[in-house]
Every structure is written in C-alpha cells, then in structure tokens.
Antibody, heavy 120, light 109 residues
Framework: QVQLQESGPGLVKPSQTLSLTCTVS??????????WTWIRQLPGKGLEWIGY???????HYNPSLRSRVHISIDTSKNHFSLKLSSVTAADTAVYYC????????????WGQGTLVTVSS | EVVLTQSPGTLSLSPGERATLSCRTS???????IAWYQQKPGQAPRLLIY???SRATGIPDRFSGSGSGTDFTLTISRLEPEDFAVYYC??????????FGGGTKVEIK
C-alpha cells in the first residue's frame, strides 16, 4: 500500500521560494503508471491542483501557477519535490502530495498534508 | 477551463436521512472524468467515487454517484455520524488537468 509523506519548512518569507518534498513508500516512483501530484488547500477554502509529474519526466502545471512552479523527481530517493517561487501571503495553504493513477482521472492516494505559512 | 459549481453550500440533516449533493460543470464532461471526495477536519481528502458512479475500495454502499453531461450527483442514502464532513467533486480536463468544486458541507441538524 502506497504511503506519501510531505516534508519541508512550515514558514517561508515573502518573495522567497517554498520547497517541499514528498517521500513515497510502498511503491517505486519509477514503476510507471502514476502521476505524482501536488495539490494545495488555502485556509478555509477548496482544493487547487498545482501540477504533476510522470516518472519519465513529463510534467503538467496549473496555468495559474506555471510561471512560479517547478516539480521534479529524485528516483534515487523515491521522492518528488515542489518549488514555488516568489511566494506571497496568498500562497499560505496546506500542501498535499498525492497520486493519480495513469488511465484514471482521479487522485487515489494522499499524504497527510503540511501547512506552509508565508510571513515575515 | 471547466468550472465546477457545487450546491448547496451547506446541507443540514439528521443521522439516518438521505443526502443529495449536486455538482454542475460549465461544459459537458465525460462521466469517466468525475470523482467525489470526502474531507474531515484536519484530514486529507478521501476518494469516494470515480468515473461518476464507481465506488472506491472500502467505500460503503450507502454512497452512490450518478449523472452525465453537466449534472452529477453524490447521494448518501442514510447518513451515519461519521459522514458529516465536506464533500468535493473533481473533474479531469485539458488545462488545468484537475479542477475541484467549492465543496458542500454536510452538517448535523
């Protein structure tokens, strides 16, 4: 059974870069068949898809965030990462890593989420 | 971009009652592309329904999904105490790939 765990700083200063890592266990990130996904939830709000990456390197980003987002995979550590640059208070959110299975159109596994606050 | 509108925003019901949640899309979408999630406070969302009507593994049969075109529905036949939560619909599209509705909160009356 796959497990996903987010890690990274809980506090980021405005204009800096938010960096998070998702460690995957129970399945190889290179086994194929999965899109490794980042989703965020603004305080008291709904869910926003940030982007996802396939093990081959194919990446899709939300157009609303594309200019500031970078998602990458580290196969040696079986994890994938998110970088969001030039953050503002509007980027304060719970960030989830998750998995979408190729051939399906939903997210079937989620990490527990990590709160990132943007504040000086 | 396809916009998902969920209604009502809040549903106040008693345990044992039937809950009917609506998700309308701004354009017609394939039923294969619609999913529903449940989220409780402090927890990650949990997949309930995919392909508009297929229950995810371990989901009780009191949860059912239906719909086509632009109108999709999540029904909880008899509310259990653990079903009081927020529910989101989600669709898969061209760009952005995944979009979510604003959510419906099912609260105890």
């Amino acid at each position: 059974q796959v497990q996903l765990q987010e890690s990274g700083p809980g506090l980021v200063k405005p204009s800096q870069t938010l960096s998070l890592t998702c460690t995957v266990s129970g399945v190889s990130i290179t086994s194929g068949g999965y899109y490794w996904t980042w989703i965020r939830q603004l305080p008291g709000k709904g869910l926003e898809w940030i982007g996802y990456i396939y093990y081959s390197g194919s990446i899709h980003y939300n157009p609303s965030l594309r200019s500031r987002v970078h998602i990458s995979i580290d196969t040696s550590k079986n994890h994938f990462s998110l970088k969001l640059s030039s953050v503002t208070a509007a980027d304060t959110a719970v960030y989830y890593c998750a998995r979408r299975t190729s051939g399906y159109y939903h997210v079937d596994s989620w990490g527990q989420g990590t709160l990132v606050t943007v504040s000086s | 971009e396809v916009v998902l509108t969920q209604s009502p925003g809040t549903l106040s019901l008693s345990p044992g009652e039937r809950a009917t949640l609506s998700c309308r899309t701004s354009q017609s979408v394939s039923s294969s592309y619609i999913a529903w999630y449940q989220q409780k406070p402090g927890q990650a969302p949990r997949l309930l329904i995919y392909g508009a009507s297929s229950r995810a593994t371990g989901i009780p049969d009191r949860f059912s999904g239906s719909g086509s075109g632009t109108d999709f529905t999540l029904t909880i036949s008899r509310l259990e105490p653990e079903d009081f939560a927020v529910y989101y619909c989600q669709q898969y599209g061209n760009s952005p790939k995944l979009t979510f509705g604003g959510g419906t909160k099912v609260e105890i009356k």
